[in-house]
């Protein structure tokens, strides 16, 4: 913030909901009442002409009504008003008002008034000139060196300047190569025009040489006068400034000198009459507005700049000498004398804030005020603590405070449509020749009081996607329905890690307290694959044991039933829309369903639905003991090449993004030495400097397709990794009949991303978390719960740490372990099985025994299981045949 704020002296607010920018602001004597008193002239885009002659009786005032001399509305949004000698015949100063398609030039006058209204004011229409082609800004000045006249100098929209010698038009001229136009300035000095192009250079031209160039009325449409557009137009001299130009101003202190000033995005340049940068500056806040004028210093100049933070800085040269605060963001700053006051600074926001105000501070008034010295009565304020307490119980009461009891202010439901889209939303698929559906998907949202700016996010896993995702609602009054619809399909060729959707709304309550509601919805398992032939061989299978009799497949599964073989009630088999196959078998003589698929991660799908539609057929029977349980083995090799592979992929990338940092650097360093030799004024050889930018672009163009790739690579890996990783957290759960709570902190542990980036990936990320169960609830002593984790994250040299304190931890699952994070959790563990649980290894020798002891541990469970299950596998086995 500033230190000091500026004094107002007298301020206003124009018109309601109109709009101004930099040309909107003028200040100049334009009634020529020769005391030379300033006054202020503004005009707006809404087409009003304002002119004020201020007279405050004190610092601070507002606006009196006999401050306003003059309002008119001219019909047309006024671009810029400019005061000058703009009527031949004679020297007085006249006002000139450009629209987007005329030029209009007033003459403003005072009649004195004989009663108490005061003087009134007139402007009267001198002449006025229509435009063929829609302005943009003007400048003015003695074009040629002309004695005792303005001509003024209009820029079009298509980068034509048209010149008018008063009361006739003289001639137009095209920019070369224009696109977009700039601010435009003359200088007297050099009689020539300063623009800064779209091409991000100060440009200047010759008056002398608009003159004589081709006339732009008269040039014929050919095809290259249309592309190079004024080709004998020869621009004086270029400088290449490397941002967009926000103003640019001339200020003379010296006959014999000038210097011109161009306000940037991000800097300040002060060049001379040739081009030359005299100085720049950097700027630390966006600017909005400048105004350089001449400092009492010889030879240097002091410039007002505003800026969006409200600020008003006052440089000399490149020198900070003052900063002051001001009310509002200006757009346009003027400095003029005003009521026998000199060097008023006038600032005109783009809502109409008009201020005067001067640069200063006043003295502080304030005197602390001295305490009293008393003895506390403890009584009295026992009983303002109670008083308080009892405001804040009543406010508790209101519902000031959040509170789980009361009713939600908006309640959210979420509908899925039990079919399929009849005309399919899904674009841009990636699924080969797949017919790719999509689901409608319907949110109702129902207020009970009002609220403002709901705000609905819609989320899944990729690959689905959402026809829209983002939604806004406005509950004027309370017992509002509002429904939206959108689709949902799938997009690549591989399956999501889960088929729920979150639809998660965000609002704030009337006592300004923000409320987040979230629901949970579930898309059909027919949205992302289709019924399919059983295949009898797999690469990966799953036999999930349950305490009820088995359920015909038909039943459980009815939209993926093969019509053409009803016979086998026990075997289905489905296809993903990416390609890969799974099979689901039901046993006939035992309580046992198999899972089989080609790849590890899509039995995962199939594995949670059978669960899921198992619990809820049983549920509808009324059964409510029905449980189910894994006795094989973890599939925890499977899990870990799933695990190399998404490393190795974000090594690659590491890499991949380091080679393309050198190559562009090289191309770089190849550029600045072609750009040295083409302006080198003694020609000199290439050596061959072509040959290798244009090896160098093929390489870095090459380095990034291959970069995209990698990153698509590596979000498919992520997502089969998600998938995997859902699998093993079903499994250790199944197998040793894990609590929901315990379920969810494994989940927490396993899952923590919802996207894997360079920065922040899964593996150290999860590594920390198993590291920090290992070291609390799943430790042995209280001296193994001493947390010496290390405090940043980062990508670890390779997965091997990582896959040894996954088998550790499903180690001292095994031994009962118990998962829980509440603060009882520090105390030693009672072990269910015999022998306690194995302390964490402090070094790689006995991790390397705590690792042969599980696998030993999973060895014998295995043996054990397949000696107990073998007539039940048997059994399967002939249901595959």
């Known amino acids: 913030m500033s230190l000091f704020k500026a004094r107002d002296w007298w301020s206003t607010v124009l018109g309601e909901k109109e709009e101004f920018d930099q040309g909107c602001l003028c200040l100049a004597d334009v009634d020529n009442s020769g005391n030379g008193q300033d006054k202020i002239i503004v005009g707006s885009f809404m087409g009003y002409l304002r002119i004020f002659n201020p007279h405050p009786m004190k610092m601070g005032d507002g606006a009196q009504p006999e401050d306003l001399l003059l309002e008119v509305h001219l019909r047309e949004p006024i671009l810029q008003v400019e005061v000058g000698k703009f009527v031949s015949g004679t ?44 302005a943009c800004s003007m400048t003015y000045g003695p074009f040629g060196g002309v004695k005792g006249r303005d001509l003024i100098c209009i820029q079009s929209v298509d980068g034509m300047l048209m010149v008018f010698e008063q009361e006739s038009f003289a001639f137009g001229r095209f920019l070369p190569g224009s696109l977009l136009p700039g601010p435009l300035v003359y200088s007297p000095r050099t009689d020539s025009f300063i623009t800064v192009s779209s091409c991000r250079q100060v440009e200047s031209y010759k008056y002398q040489v608009l003159a004589f160039a081709t006339d732009a009325d008269k040039k014929q449409e050919t095809e290259q006068q249309k592309l190079g557009s004024g080709k ?20 003379s202190f010296s006959p014999s000198a000038s210097s011109l000033f161009v306000l940037g995005e991000r800097n300040l340049f002060c060049l001379k009459d040739n081009g030359q940068i005299r100085f720049m500056k950097k700027l630390d806040c966006s600017p909005s507005c400048f105004l350089p004028y001449c400092s009492v210093s010889e030879g240097t100049i002091n410039t007002l700049i505003g800026n969006h933070s409200s600020m008003l800085q006052i440089y000399q040269d490149v020198t900070l000498k003052w900063a002051t605060q001001l009310p509002h963001v200006p757009v346009a700053v003027r400095v003029g004398s005003l009521h026998d006051l000199k060097g008023v600074v006038v600032t005109l926001s783009d809502e109409g804030h008009l201020q ?49 009891e009361r009713e939600d202010d908006l309640e959210v439901s979420v509908t899925v449509s039990p079919n399929f889209d009849s005309v399919s939303q899904a674009i841009d698929v990636e699924l080969g020749t797949d017919l790719v559906p999509s689901i409608t998907v319907k949110v109702t949202l129902q207020n009970r009081v009002v609220l403002q700016k709901a705000k609905l996010s819609v989320y899944v896993q990729p690959p689905l996607v959402l026809t829209c995702d983002q939604f806004t609602f406005e509950f004027m009054e309370p017992e509002m329905t509002s429904t939206v619809a959108f689709s949902v399909y799938l997009r690549r060729s591989y399956t999501p890690s889960e088929l729920e959707g979150n639809a998660i709304v965000s609002y704030t309550r009337p006592t300004g307290i923000p409320r987040v ?39 459980l599964f009815p939209g993926f039933a093969n019509q053409s073989e009803d016979d086998q009630v026990n075997v289905l088999g489905f296809r993903f ?59 925890l090799q499977e899990y870990f090449e799933l695990i190399d592979h998404h490393f190795e992929l974000r090594i690659n990338g590491e890499k991949l993004e380091e080679l393309l940092s050198e190559r562009a650097i090289q191309f770089r360093a190849i550029q600045r030495r072609l750009l040295t030799r083409f302006k080198d004024k003694t020609p000199a050889p290439l050596q061959h400097l072509d040959t290798l930018l244009d090896g160098t672009y093929k390489q870095v163009i090459a380095l990034a397709d291959t970069v995209e790739e990698n990153q698509d690579n590596l979000l498919q890996s992520f997502a089969r990794l998600k998938s995997a990783t859902h699998l093993v957290i079903l499994l250790i759960g199944l197998w040793q009949k894990l609590s929901a709570e315990q379920i969810a902190i494994l ?79 520090a105390a030693p563990q ?44 048997s059994a399967l086995q002939g249901v595959s045949e």
Request: net charge negative; glycine share 4%.
């Open 91 to 134: 020297e007085m100063l006249h006002l000139a008002v450009l629209h987007s398609r005329k030029l209009c030039v007033y003459a403003v006058s005072g009649t004195l008034g004989n009663v108490e209204h005061g003087n009134q004011y007139q402007v009267t229409l001198m002449y006025e000139h229509h435009l063929q082609r829609t």
């Open 232 to 251: 004998r137009l020869i621009v004086d001299w270029t400088l290449n400034i490397g941002e967009q130009a926000l103003d640019i101003c001339i200020v």
């Open 356 to 404: 005067c105000s001067y640069l200063g501070t006043d003295p502080s008034l304030f005197q602390a005020p001295i305490i009293e010295s008393r003895e506390l009565n403890y009584d009295e304020l026992d009983v303002e603590m109670k008083e308080l307490q009892k405001i804040i119980k009543d406010f508790k009461s209101q519902g000031v405070w959040p509170t789980t």
């Open 517 to 555: 509601i979230q629901c949970k919805f579930r898309l059909p398992l027919k949205l992302v694959c289709l019924p399919d032939q059983p295949s009898k061989t797999a690469s990966h299978k799953l036999t999930i044991d349950t305490n009820k009799s088995p359920v015909s497949l038909l039943n």
């Open 577 to 635: 829309l990416g390609g890969s196959r799974v099979t689901l078998l039901a046993s006939k003589t035992s309580q046992r369903y198999r899972i089989q698929s080609e790849e590890f991660e899509d039995l995962w799908l199939i594995t949670s639905e059978l669960i899921l539609r198992l619990k809820e057929h049983f549920e509808k029977q009324g059964t409510k003991d029905f449980a189910c349980s894994f006795s094989g083995s973890l599939p």
């Open 747 to 825: 989940e927490a542990a396993f899952l923590p991303l919802q996207e894997d980036t360079q920065e922040l990936g899964w593996e150290e990320t999860v590594d920390a978390a198993i590291a920090h169960l290992l070291k609390t609830c799943l430790s042995k002593s209280s001296k193994e719960q001493a947390l010496n984790l290390s405090s940043q994250l980062s990508m670890p040299k390779d997965t091997s740490r990582l896959k040894k304190r996954i088998t550790l931890l499903c180690d001292r699952l095994a031994k009962g372990g118990r998962l829980c994070l509440s603060t009882d959790a």
């Open 830 to 873: 009672t072990m269910v099985m015999p022998g306690g649980c194995t302390p964490i290894p402090e070094s790689d020798q006995e991790e390397k025994s705590v690792e042969q002891d599980s696998t030993e541990l999973f060895t014998n469970h295995r043996l054990l299981l397949e000696e107990t299950a073998r007539p039940e596998v």
